[in-house]
């Protein structure tokens, strides 16, 4: 990582007075564009409708438009006030290929696996860049946001930038932190890896206190916790990997660290499954820790009514006939077309 500065002067925000700096906001342009020299030219003249204060390229390359302590344009202003005046702003340049929906932050076109080593470099910079900026002011990584969860906060405008493009890498707003703090320790950062799309569906909660919170994110009020290792359902997911609960209690992070999925929601119960065991055990609950009630020999088709989470599957089915659950999936059963 090294700083290039070069001031965009004809930029009617470049001269807005000195701050203190207390916050770091991490930005993305929104626009398929690699080169800080091209956002160079487009902020650096009168009518521009915003400066941040740098942005930052796969290379390492800072492009610095401003002094870091100079009043920034970046984040706008919410319901309870603005951070422009006392928040560094830095725009994380997007690799070129895709585009985006009009009006919507959605990435169209946007390939996860071919941007992957893209992704690992910049975000390897932006960890040295953001803890530079961290050890030059006297921050922690407590002190570091992207622009959603500014506006979430209330003091930025209604931006969804990084939340819609870091999760297709397996990071987010939560591990970037994580990773700042580590390098300000003088930790060992694990790189960045492209991750399993999360969708909805049940998942098995593998953390012994798991947050319940009023919204999809860490900046959201903890509403609740779950400390039973339970099953639960995920009626949608937003912000990457945070999974609306069926129960309408909050959401919760279904990433891997926290949850492993088990089941399958779009297949509405009941259904019909296929036994492939020739002796499948019928069980009093769901799980091998429950007695044996029967055993099913003929391989034929069954109706399933209820699911659950179970030691011994990954997944257990009620039988419509009231005999008891069944193991469900791998060498269990199948799903008849």
């Not at 921050?139 to 992207?146: G, N, V």
């Not at 700042?180 to 049940?202: N, Q």
């Not at 990954?314 to 060498?331: E, F, Q, V």
Request: proline share 4%; aromatic share 10%.
């Amino acid at each position: 990582m090294y700083i290039e500065e070069r001031w965009a002067k004809e930029n009617e925000y470049f001269d807005r007075g000195k701050m203190k700096v207390e916050k770091l906001v991490l930005h993305s342009p929104g626009t398929a564009q690699p080169s800080a020299d091209v956002f160079y030219n487009n902020y650096n003249r009168t009518g521009a409708n915003a400066l941040p204060h740098a942005f930052l390229e796969r290379s390492g390359r800072v492009l610095q438009l401003m002094p870091w302590d100079n009043v920034g344009c970046h984040v706008g202003a919410g319901p309870k006030g603005g951070w422009n005046g006392l928040s560094i702003g830095v725009e994380v340049c997007e690799p070129a290929g895709h585009t985006y929906q009009p009006n919507s932050g959605t990435m169209i076109g946007y390939d996860a696996q071919k941007n992957a080593a893209y992704f690992a470099d910049i975000y390897e910079q932006a960890i040295q860049l953001f803890a530079y900026l961290c050890e030059r002011y006297g921050l922690t990584e407590r002190d570091i946001y992207c622009h959603a969860e500014v506006h979430r906060l209330g003091y930025g405008s209604n931006h969804i930038d990084i939340e819609h493009w870091w999760p297709k890498h397996g990071k987010n707003m939560d591990t970037f932190r994580a990773d700042v703090g580590a390098r300000l320790r003088g930790e060992t950062v694990r790189p960045a890896e492209p991750e399993t799309e999360y969708t909805s569906g049940m998942y098995k909660v593998l953390a012994d206190n798991l947050t319940i919170r009023r919204g999809p994110g860490t900046d959201y009020e903890a509403v609740g916790y779950i400390t039973d290792h339970g099953c639960y359902t995920a009626t949608e997911i937003v912000n990457g990997h945070w999974g609306r609960l069926k129960s309408g209690a909050g959401y919760i992070s279904v990433h891997k660290a926290y949850c492993r999925r088990v089941g399958d929601t779009d297949h509405k119960l009941p259904y019909m499954v296929k036994v492939l065991d020739g002796a499948l055990n019928i069980r009093s609950g769901p799980g091998t820790d429950y007695p044996v009630m029967g055993v099913i020999r003929d391989q034929g088709s069954y109706t399933v009514t209820e699911t659950s989470e179970g030691t011994g599957a990954d997944l257990w089915g009620k039988l419509k006939s009231g005999a008891g659950w069944i193991a469900l999936g791998g060498a269990f059963t199948s799903r008849p077309e």
